[in-house]
Structure formats: C-alpha cells, structure tokens
C-alpha cells in the first residue's frame, strides 16, 4: 500500500472513530437530560457500551446513530436540540406520548437530514421554532404537544416531501387555512384538528389527492363545504365535526367510495343525506347536532360495514331502514330527537354485538323487537318519548350489562318482571307515562347498581317491595301517580343515598315510618293524595327538605313544631286529623293530647334508660376525648409533603393543628372543609381528602370516613391540584399549597367569609343575604370572566364539568371566584376527539347540560349550559329545581314556558329586584337562555358570554340618581334609554 494511501486509511479510520465517538457523547448528555422513573430505558446507555447497543437507538451500516424512538417511555425533561443535530446520519427523532417539557428555543435548521419527527403529546411551551431547512422530511408530529403562539406555517413551502402532517390540539393563534399546506401534494395523513383555524375550506383542497385522513375539527371554520372535497378519492377518514359549517352537503362528496368514517356533527349543516348513498364502505357516520331534514337513505340499511350511527338532533323524518345492521356486528345507534316514523329496525342486534340503542324523541311506532331482549351485550336502551306499544319483552329488564332503560312517554303495557333481578348493571330505569302494570317485582332489590327508578304514571298495583331498602344506591323514586297499596317499607329508611322520593297519588295506607327521617340526604318527599293514616313522625324534623308534601291523606295528631314553618306552607292541606299551635288554617292542638302520649313514652322508658344514658354519655366523652388526642397525635406523626404554589405565610402545623372536628365548615362527598385562623389573623379554607381505593384504616383516624386506600391519591385530589395550581386568576378561587401524606391530602385556599352565591339566594331565611340588583350583575360577570379564563385563557381549555351557585364562592366585598374543580378535566384531544366521554354523568342534577343524557360527551359548551342556569337563579331567585316548575321540570323547561308575552316574561324576574331594574334583567335573561339552548353549537362561547354580560351593564339607578340630583348627563341618558 503506498503512503497515500495509508494516510487516507487512517485519516478515514480517524474521522470514523471521532464520529463514533461524538455519537456517544451526545447520547450520554442526552440521557443526563431525560429522567424517567418507570422503565430502565436507559440502563444500557453506559459509556462501555456501544452506541448501536443502546436501548432505542438503530444505527446505520457505518455504526453511527441513525434512529431515535424513544417514544411512550414516560420521559420527563428537556430536550438539548443543540447536540441532537450534531448526529451527522439522524434521520429519525421520535419522543413522542412523553411529558417532556420547556421551550424549544434552537434551530431546528441543523436536523437537515431528518425524515422523521415526532414530538407530539408532550407538555412544552411558547412557540415552535422554524424548520424551512429540513427539506427531506416526510412525518412531522406536533400534536398536542403544548406549543402555542404563531406557528411558522411558512417554513412548510419547501417540505413538498411531507406524507404526514399532524399539529392538531395546540393553542395556535388563530388564522385561516393555511395556504401552504395547499403544495404538499404528498400528504396522505393531515390532522389540524383544534388548532385555531378559521375562515372557510378553500376549493384547492383538491390538490391533496393523496389524502386518506383529513382531521379539520374543533376550529372555527365557516361556510360551505367545497365541491372539491370529492376530489380526494383516497379519504378514508373525514372529519370536520365541532365548526361552524353551513349549507349542503356538496354533490361530490359522493365520490368518496373509501371512505370510512365521517363525522360532521356540531354544525349548521341542512338538506337531506342523499348524497351519502354510495359511501357504502362507510364504518362510522356521525351528523348529530345539524339541521339535516328528509329520510334516511335507505341504503344505509345495505351498507355491510356500518357499525356506527349517529344523526340524533336533526330535522329526520320517515323512517329508519329496516335492513340496518343485519349485514355487519353493529355496534351503535343514536338517531334521537328527530321527527321519525315507522318501527325500529329488528335486526341492529342480530350479531349480538350491539351496544346502544338510541332512538329517543320520535314518533316510532309498533311494538320493541323480541330481539332485544336477547341481545345480552346492550348497554344503553333509549326508546322514551315515542308513540311506541304493546308489551314488553321480559328479557328486556334482565339485560346483564344495559346500564339504562328508558321506554318512558309511550303507550306500552306489561309487567317489570322478575328478570330485573339479573340486571346488574343497570342503573336508571325510566319506565313512566305507560300502561305497565301488575306488582313491582321482589327480585328488583337485586338490582343493586340502581341510582334511579322512575316508574310513575303508569298503572301499577301491589305493595311496594320491602326489600327495596337493599338499593343502597337509589338517589331518586318515583312511583306517583299508581295504583300501589299496602304501607310505605320501613326499609325506605335504609336507602342512605335516596334525595327525592314520590309516591304520590297511590292507593298507600298504613302509618309513615320513622325510619325515612333518618335519610341524611333527602331533599323532596311527597307522599300526598294516599290514605296514610297515624301521626306524622317527629323524626321528619330532622330533614332538611326543600320540598314536602303531605297532603291529602289521613294524618292525625299535631304537625311538629320545626315543621310548621313557613317554607312548607300548604304542605299539610287535606288532611282534617291535624292539628297544629302555629299553622292557621289547622284546628288547635289540645295540650293534654300530646302531653299524655309524651308523658307514657317518658314513664315506660325513663327507669329503664336513664341509668344507662347517663353511663353511655360518661363513656363516649371519654372515648371521644381519647379518640380526639390519637387523631390529633397521629396527624404529627403522618409524613406530609408539601407544595407551595404562592409564597406562604404559614407552617404547615398551623395547618395541622386546625383539623380539628371544632373547625369544620362543611362536608362533601370527598372529605370534609375546615376553617383555619391563623395567628396573624389570616383566615384559610382547608379540604381534607382520604385517598381512593380503601383499605384498612388506622384506628387512629376511625372517626372520619374513609374513602381511600393508602397511597393512592383521589381522582378529586388530582383534579383540583393539576387545574388550580396553574390558575392566576382573580375569579378563581386560590390554591395555596398542597398537603400529602401516605393516607390522605389536603388542599388550602382562601377563605371566602360569604359563602357561596347558593347560600346567599337559596338558604334559610335566616342565612339569606338580599342581594340588589347591581351586585347579582358583578357576580354574573365574576363568575362569567372565571369561565372565560378557564375556557379561553389557559394553554389549554380548561372544562370545569361541575358549575352551579354552590360552586361560585364569595369574598367579603361580594366578588365571586370559581371553586371546587373535583370534576374539572384538561382538555388533551386524542386524534379522534376533543370531547371526554365518560360513563358516569359528571355535574349536579338541573345544571347538566341536555346532552349528558344519551352522549356522554363533555366540552365547553356543557359549561356554558351550566352557568346559563346560574343566570336564571341570579334573575328569578329561584333554585334549579322547584316543584312549582311541574313533575320532571326544571328552571329551563320554566323560563321556556314563560316567554310567549312581555308580562310572563317580567314575572320571571325575582319580586326582591326593583322594577327599575327589570329591563336590565331581561338583558341577562336573554344571556341565559342563549347559553341554555338545546344544541351545543348553538351556545355562544364564554367569551361571548362575557361581552355580552358587559354591555347588559344596569345604568337605570345611577341615571335617575344623577336625574334628581339636576345634573343631566346626556351620553347616560341615552346609553340607557331613560
């Protein structure tokens, strides 16, 4: 070999050793950067080893570093973009489903050799930098991957080699469809879903021939959807749901024979769906929330790969193929709140792999399917509110996972079997306003996921189950207007969760049991129009019910004391037995009557009991005194950890020392709330949350429930932490710090020495505050600026999923903040959908948004349905739920039925607000009735909320108080119309 060539051998032989060893060492500072603690990614990343070797790296035939995957490794970091570059080969980076964070502040312009990118579902921040050199890319992932700002769509020019191209679910500001994306003829794969995007779908999309998904949803794109889109002969996926789109569907959508999934759902779409015939690989189509009219193709019925239906709240008539679903394994359908005819289709079960069923608020006809009563693997049943009849079938009410049934408004007649027994799953049972009939079955106590049972208004007889007090579930019973007999079940009394029961207008005889006075939550009982007979039981008064109703039965004896109040006015009438010292229209009391029952009671159990009272009350003081120092002792002793989230002013044994039974202010579903005081006179809200999943207590903490399992924090815990500790907002409430230990956590706010707005509208007369007009405004507008921020102002959409006047605290000066966010979810989009659908309706019974009902699916919207209740409380005074609104009625379905002339309108307003005041009510009533429309897309978006709040602004008391003082001012006059 000649010296020449010797020298290039080893000048080559060095390059490749300093190569080698330039990839090693920017490996090895990578993993300095990245820490995960699940998997032992990195054990074989060792100085000792070779680069090839090292756990996700793939090398080329050279042995330099050509690959990256580090994706779904639960990494944590930041990522040194700086030495990545400098890997001469890479051509691949994938960190993707991590939580990475931190800015990417480099140039991305040194990567030149990069095919492959993915950073998506991470948690970065500000923008994303530009990457006009990286001219051989051909994947780019950024979804969800926190970035924000302006997004340099112009780097995207020169990447004409892209096949994939995914930046959905990013808080980008805002532009129209990005002109650039219009030459990446290569694109197979375009997800710009939830990323700002505005204006319309320009024609050009043609362009994109090779496209097989388009995600284009949750924008805020308008008009039309170009003919062009039938174009894209390659579409296998559609989806534009969640937009302002209006118009027709295009006549070249047609086209589209691959394609198999399309959702458009949440626009103002119109016309008939006839253009969707020949889709017949279609395997999901969701239109819901449109206003789509005429029938449903009939070849629908022959499309042998539909498994998934949904058209609900459109303009539908005629009706549903009768072939559907027989072809294919079925899974969904949901053509609810439409003006359909006919009779449902037999065969949608007829592989057995049927899920839901969903037809509700039609005008379907004939008698349910046998079928159904087969088809085991139903979850959801929804036929109510159609003119449905006959029996029936028994297997039905035995379904083994349908988890509701609702057949209720229809003319359908039968008995509720014994069959129920096998439903274990089912937890609503919605069968009123039919002709069922017969005994309620025994065998429905073994139903025992049941949280609501509405059997009213049909013609059932017998007596009720005394074996219904196994439901330890049951929330609400309505069994009124039937033909029951025989007496209420002592075993009512064991049904802890019950809130509302009627059993009005049956055929019940027998005393009242005591037993119902020991429901701790029950909040309306009416039991009127039956023969119940006896005395009402003292035990009633420790119920603190915002409806009762006794009247018309049999009812002898006095009416209790602390039941003869104001509140319950009219809740005795009928009732000729009574007697009462205080209610006027009742007959007096005769003294001796009373005194003689009392005085026999006493006699009979004075020398047996008191001996052994006085012996109990020593030895539970001494129990509770010993109880109280373990508690207390053991709170020291607990290991608690401690996250600040603002400067604080206090220790943590300040806090510690003030969860004590003295201190609590309010108790919840998670835990109790406690006052603290601390020494500099500082006033704090502290709320205690046993964490989930329960195993054995210590005995040291025996006293408080336990709703958790050592070391397994709450789902209510990490909700509050994760959304308030990044919240800085003056109409949220304030998350000092958190308090964990292995068994429970704590959280500390400020204290809102007000309460909540229900306290201050809803409460006792002697916890009621009159709130003036102008004050019930700022509140409005508080709460409203909270949502917007929440909704609007973080990096992303924060859904709070629970809003109502008890949630909306006030401080000393009546300003209110946004609390409790136990529900509160962040939104982090997958690539199919922004909403979260859940299997348990998330929020607080009047407040739930319509579409809890049959979808599940939560977004902002939801909250906006929410706090347009609140509005009609601020306006009317009056709670969510009344019984003045109507069986199954509330504060919506009342406004609603109040607005057909301006003098209904004005009754609406609360009687406490002047009259001077009453057209700036109306401004916000307005407000409240938009943000409660039916249809989702129809809701305006807090922000509009809040623009709108702001011009209702009340000027009418300041005007006509500068009008007496003699001092005109013009400009106000007018802004006000006075």
């Known amino acids: 070999m000649s010296p020449t060539s010797s020298l290039f051998v080893l000048s080559f032989l ?96 040194a990567c030149i050799k990069l095919q492959y990118l993915d950073l998506g579902n991470n948690l970065f921040t500000g923008q994303f930098p530009q990457f006009s050199a990286l001219t051989q890319l051909q994947h780019l992932y950024l979804n969800q991957s926190g970035f924000s700002g302006v997004f340099p769509w112009k780097s995207l020019e020169n990447l004409t080699n892209l096949v994939t191209l995914s930046l959905g679910d990013n808080p980008f500001d805002p532009i129209p469809f990005p002109p650039q994306i219009l030459k990446l003829v290569k694109l197979n794969w375009l997800y710009l879903a939830n990323c700002s995007l505005e204006g319309t779908i320009p024609e050009d999309i043609g362009n994109l021939s090779e496209l097989i998904n388009f995600e284009l949803s949750d924008n805020n794109i308008s008009g039309e959807i170009p ?15 969640n937009n302002n789109l209006t118009g027709k569907l295009p006549i070249g959508i047609g086209n589209l024979t691959k394609l198999e999934k399309f959702d458009a759902s949440l626009n103002h779409l119109q016309g008939t769906l006839s253009e969707l015939r020949s889709l017949s690989n279609l395997v999901t189509l969701q ?66 792999t049927m899920k839901a069923l969903l037809m509700l608020q039609n005008n379907l006809t004939g008698e349910i399917p046998a079928s159904y009563a087969n088809c085991t693997t139903l979850k959801r049943f929804r036929v109510g509110k159609n003119l449905l009849s006959g029996r029936v079938p028994a297997g039905i009410w035995g379904l083994p996972n ?19 027994g096998k439903a274990k799953a089912l937890k609503q049972l919605f069968v009123g306003h039919n002709r069922l009939s017969g005994e309620l079955a025994e065998e429905i106590s073994h139903a025992t996921s049941l949280y609501s ?88 008064s420790s119920l603190k019910l915002s409806l009762l109703d006794l009247t018309h039965n049999k009812l002898t004896g006095y009416i209790p004391q602390s039941l003869s109040i104001e509140a319950y006015n009219g809740s005795f009438d009928g009732n000729l037995g009574l007697c009462s010292q205080t209610v006027s229209n009742f007959r007096r009391c005769k003294a001796e009557s009373r005194m003689s029952k009392d005085v026999r009671t006493l006699v009979a159990c004075f020398s047996v009991g008191a001996a052994i009272m006085i012996m109990s009350l020593v030895y539970l003081f001494y129990l509770k005194k010993k109880e109280k120092d373990i508690h207390e002792h053991s709170l020291k002793e607990e290991s608690w950890d401690v996250k600040s989230f603002h400067v604080l002013t206090f220790s943590e044994d300040e806090i510690l020392d003030a969860i004590k039974e003295e201190n609590v202010i309010g108790k919840g579903g998670s835990g109790n709330v406690y006052k603290v005081l601390l020494a500099n006179g500082k006033e704090l809200a502290v709320k205690h949350i046993w964490n989930t999943n329960s195993g054995e207590r210590k005995k040291s903490w025996s006293t408080t429930p336990m709703l958790g399992k050592r070391g397994e924090k709450s789902k209510e815990f990490d909700a509050e932490v994760e959304t308030l500790s990044s919240i800085r907002h003056v109409n949220v409430v304030k998350l000092y710090c958190s308090i964990t230990s292995e068994d429970s956590s704590l959280l500390v706010y400020e204290y809102m020495m007000n309460g909540s707005l229900w306290d201050r509208l809803h409460a006792s007369p002697s916890q009621k505050m009159e709130l003036d007009w102008e004050t019930r405004y700022e509140i409005a507008v508080g709460a409203a600026k909270g949502l917007e921020y929440l909704h609007h102002g973080c990096d992303r959409p924060i859904i709070h999923r629970d809003v109502k006047s008890s949630n909306i605290l006030l401080d000393e000066f009546l300003k ?32 739930i948004a319509p579409e809890y009902g049959y ?19 601020l306006v009317s005074g009056k709670r969510p739920m009344e019984a003045e609104f109507g069986e199954n009625k509330d504060i919506v379905d009342w406004v609603g039925s109040n607005l057909k002339c301006k003098e209904k309108v004005f009754s609406i307003m609360d009687s406490r607000i002047p009259k001077v005041f009453k057209e700036d009510v109306v401004k916000v009533l307005r407000i409240a009735i938009m943000c409660t429309a039916r249809f989702p897309s129809q809701r305006p978006t807090m922000r509009s909320v809040v623009q709108m709040l702001e011009d209702a602004k009340p000027c009418k008391l300041m005007s006509i108080v500068i009008c007496k003082e003699g001092a005109v001012n013009q400009k106000e006059m007018i802004k006000c119309k006075i």
Not at 228 to 233: V, Y
Request: charged share 15%; with cysteine; net charge negative.
């Open 227 to 241: 003919s062009q889109i039938g174009m894209l002969a390659n579409l296998w996926q559609l989806e534009l749901y």
């Open 402 to 420: 349908v988890d509701i049934i609702d057949i209720e408004w229809n003319q359908l007649e039968g008995e509720i079997t014994g069959e129920i």
């Open 453 to 540: 049972i509405q059997l009213n208004d049909n013609q059932f007889s017998g007596k009720i189950p005394e074996s219904i007090g196994e439901l330890k579930q049951l929330n609400n019973l309505y069994l009124q207007n039937n033909m029951f007999s025989g007496s209420l079940p002592d075993s009512l009394g064991s049904c802890s969760s019950l809130t509302d029961l009627n059993i009005a207008h049956n055929l019940l005889s027998g005393e009242i049991p005591s037993s119902l006075g020991s429901l701790p939550t029950l909040n309306a009982l009416n039991i009127s129009e039956n023969q119940l007979s006896g005395q009402i039981p003292d035990s009633l």
């Open 816 to 847: 209110p903040r946004i609390a409790d966010f136990g529900l509160a979810k962040i939104v982090q989009a997958n690539a199919s959908s922004k909403d979260s659908s859940n299997h348990v309706i998330a929020g607080t019974h009047g407040y």
């Open 14 to 109: 060095f390059l490749f050793s300093a190569i080698k060893s330039d990839d090693l060492q920017i490996l090895l500072n990578l993993k300095t950067q990245l820490h995960n603690s699940n998997t032992n990614v990195f054990d074989s990343w060792l100085p000792s080893n070779s680069v090839c070797h090292f756990t996700g790296i793939t090398c080329n035939s050279a042995n330099s570093v050509k690959e990256i995957e580090l994706s779904n490794r639960n990494l944590t970091g930041v990522i040194p973009l700086d030495s990545i570059c400098n890997l001469q080969f890479l051509d691949k980076l994938s960190l993707g489903f991590n939580s990475l964070s931190g800015r990417i502040m480099l140039d991305l312009n």
């Open 855 to 873: 979808t599940n699916k939560v977004n902002e919207k939801s909250d906006v349905y929410s706090f347009g209740v609140v509005l009609m409380e």
């Open 287 to 352: 239109l819901y929330y449109n206003e789509f009219s005429g029938e449903i193709p009939v070849e629908f019925g022959q499309f042998k790969k539909l498994v998934n239906l949904s058209l609900y709240g459109n303009k539908l008539t005629g009706p549903v193929p009768p072939q559907l679903g027989y072809w294919t394994n079925f899974d969904f359908i949901d053509v609810s709140e439409n003006h359909l005819t006919g009779s449902i289709p037999p065969n949608m079960c007829k592989q057995g």
